[in-house]
């Protein structure tokens, strides 16, 4: 699969992928898994995607986050893979946090941005496991961060 055209025809542009703003590292390869480490909600412009689920933002706005940390994710991967997509055998698993209110449940909707747009991607190679986790807080106060685990070929 051509994943340049892929993106391409999907009108997909991929955001840089950012340094690790602390003591790790953004990417590692053990063996033929590639892990991502968690990215978290950006838009287009680069400004954080802040606030809670069911209250400051909604369902939607959580799925359209969600699908901004995929896009960071597989910027990542790109990057770990020498900016070759095809390394990537399979996605194994996305773990999904969502900064959310006590009542919201709707935690699995708003990872579906991310499984989405990963499918959209790999096709059946992006079929994954996953957890959608509700959070009381996330980090500088984003509303969704995605961590990753992909095989590599």
């Known amino acids: 699969m051509n994943f340049k055209e ?12 950012k340094a690790p703003v602390g003591n790790y590292v953004a990417t590692k390869i053990s063996g033929k898994l590639l892990f ?21 933002l909604n369902t939607d706005d959580g799925y359209n986050a969600a699908k901004r940390c995929a896009l ?44 989405d747009l990963i499918v959209s991607i790999f096709g059946n190679f992006g079929m994954h496991t996953r957890a959608a986790v509700s959070t009381n807080s996330l980090p500088l106060g984003v509303s969704v961060e995605i961590d990753a685990i992909f095989e590599l070929k």
């Open 6 to 17: 892929k993106l391409k025809e999907l009108n997909i542009i991929l955001p840089e992928a």
């Open 36 to 56: 991502i480490s968690g990215q978290v909600s950006i838009d287009e412009n680069g400004q954080l995607i802040k606030g809670k689920i069911g209250k400051d």
């Open 72 to 115: 960071s994710i597989i910027a990542q991967v790109k990057n770990a893979c020498d900016n070759d997509l095809s390394k990537v055998k399979s996605c194994i698993k996305l773990t999904g946090f969502v900064n959310s209110t006590d009542n919201f449940t709707e935690q699995p909707k708003v990872i579906n941005g991310a499984s």
